[in-house]
């Protein structure tokens, strides 16, 4: 009987256990997934399964039945990865979390998921109040040798039930650049067809190796930097997102890998270091999570000979959702990228008619990664779930061949003197404004304009400020109205560094309410 993994087929493979169980049978002791430093256990696809059957005996003994609930609350290793993968496939609902949260929000958190069990180092766990079981893990090696063990002695039956994959399989809070955290619940089919939609875009196969550098509690760390090898037969490597910010040609270096996923600051920040990769053993970086300008993408290009592939997508579509081409030619224009395989994306007018190539509107994305619901939240599931479409909330617009390239998000817009001004199309003029690092475009009261817009700026290290400079260069990209009257240092608005989202996005919310509290508007 031929191996689900011959013929991948989402009506076949329907369960995380599905796929799990079948990568096991197909590639037995192969590496699967390697320590990022040495001493650590290299796991198996094997050790996968085994690792599944241990976390169903650990979770058996702790009470916490099919269907229930555990948070894990800890940074990027091959445990987190592999816990990320066994909780589910043994049919229980993971809510991974940022172990770098305050007290009081991984309280709130818990308290709205209701998890049965709480997995995190003691430093997590002292943090957070009262409520449900924890197990503490400070060991991590301990403990992925004591789940293999549990996994190799369990008796019981482990099932995945014939629901289609309509199944939850985890809970990801995500506040995005708004600053208001969701639980966007995820199926199994979710997550399969997301990792199965990569491995096409890819065409990954058994010699490719996945960096995987994106926070596992997001989905973007999920899918195609983990997932997606237990389809092909490849392997991943998973590293702390911070550590292989500052050490990533190393990592490069030890595990000549083919493919990595990073959130845009990676690119910036790698392009202005002197270190270089000593292999050329990737085929490319796929890069997203904010707006990136093809000046930065040339650059990195040029500098390291890698090619770059923007893409988009957001955790209720199990995040990527379309990518760029991989036959793009240099000089070509840039985009979001084309729909990922199962993906369709749509943009549409007020009225919900699709719009013509070219014109802008709001951007609604379906297909079979689509996320179920919002938990306990009914009433946002229905304005944002449309009969079958999640509406994006960004501004963009198809060409004619299909891409989607993004505007800015819809309640972004501010009216200056009577003209829409999307806060996104200034700010993808920062690359051209010598010595700015980041810029973030704010918006004060106006008693004549309505609104001021204001550009809020660090610079590189050794430049400095050039208003008139800066403003005679907008003008050659933007209409006068959208140039801003005031370039602010962010200092000015009582802060060191922009306020970011765990993935590296700028919280453009908060920034407006820094600068509102902490300019005045010019006088008139």
């Not at 920040?269 to 053993?281: C, F, G, I, K, Q």
């Not at 938990?375 to 004619?400: I, Q």
């Not at 819809?410 to 003209?419: A, K, L, Q």
């Not at 050794?462 to 370039?487: E, I, N, Q």
């Amino acid at each position: 009987m031929p191996s689900p993994l011959d013929e991948p087929d989402l009506a076949v493979t329907t369960n995380l256990l599905d796929l799990v169980r079948a990568a096991a049978e197909r590639h037995g002791d192969r590496p699967y997934l390697v320590p990022a430093e040495p001493g650590g256990r290299t796991a198996s696809f094997a050790d996968v399964l085994t690792f599944t059957r241990g976390c169903a005996a650990l979770l058996d003994e702790h009470g916490v039945p099919p269907g229930g609930r555990v948070a894990v609350v800890m940074h990027n290793s091959s445990l987190t990865a592999l816990l990320f993968i066994g909780v589910i496939a043994a049919q229980r609902v993971l809510v991974p979390l940022n172990p770098k949260s305050g007290p009081g929000e991984l309280d709130a958190l818990l308290a709205h998921c209701a998890p049965a069990l709480v997995l995190a180092p003691t430093p997590v766990t002292a943090k957070i109040g009262p409520g449900p079981r924890r197990v503490a893990v400070d060991d991590a090696e301990a403990l992925l040798a004591d789940v293999l063990a549990r996994g190799a002695a369990y008796q019981g039956d482990l099932t995945a039930p014939r629901d289609g994959g309509a199944g939850d399989a985890e809970i990801v809070y995500t506040s995005g650049s708004t600053g208001v955290p969701k639980g966007v619940v995820l199926s199994h089919r979710s997550l399969l067809a997301n990792s199965l939609a990569m491995v096409k875009w890819a065409d990954a196969g058994p010699d490719d190796v996945f960096l995987n550098v994106v926070p596992l509690f997001h989905a973007g760390g999920q899918g195609f930097p983990t997932l997606t090898p237990l389809w092909s037969g490849g392997r991943s490597v998973c590293v702390r997102s911070e550590t292989a910010l500052v050490r990533f040609w190393h990592y490069v270096d030890r595990h000549r890998p083919t493919w990595t996923l990073v959130v845009n600051a990676y690119l910036a920040n790698l392009v202005e270091r002197p270190e270089r990769p000593a292999t050329d053993s990737l085929k490319g970086v796929l890069a997203g999570g904010s707006a990136l300008g093809p000046e930065l993408i040339h650059r990195f290009e040029d500098t390291f000979g890698i090619g770059v592939y923007q893409v988009y997508g957001m955790t209720e579509m199990t995040s990527l959702t379309t990518v760029e081409p991989r036959d793009r030619r240099p000089g070509e224009p840039r985009s979001a990228g084309l729909p990922v395989p199962f993906a369709r994306v749509r943009v549409v007018g007020p009225d919900g008619r699709d719009v013509p190539a070219g014109e802008n509107g709001e951007v609604l994305l379906s297909g079979p990664s689509i996320f179920t619901r919002y938990e306990a939240a009914p009433e946002l599931t229905a304005k944002r779930l449309d009969d079958g479409w999640v509406r994006s909330g960004d501004l963009g617009h198809l060409d004619e061949r299909g891409e989607l390239s993004i505007v800015d998000r819809i309640d972004s817009m501010v009216i200056v003197s009577g003209e829409n001004v999307y806060p996104a199309e200034i700010e993808n003029a920062v690359p051209h404004l010598a010595g700015v690092e980041d810029a973030v475009v704010a918006a004060l009261p106006h008693p004549v304009t309505g609104v001021e817009l204001i550009l809020v700026y660090t610079l590189l290290p050794g430049a400095v400020a050039d208003d008139d400079a800066w403003r005679a260069t907008l003008l050659r990209f933007l209409s006068p109205f959208k140039v801003p009257r005031r370039f602010v240092v962010l200092k000015e608005i009582g802060v060191d560094a922009f306020p970011r989202t765990p993935l590296g996005k700028i919280q453009r919310p908060e920034v407006q309410r820094l600068a509102v509290d902490g300019l005045s508007p010019t006088r008139t």
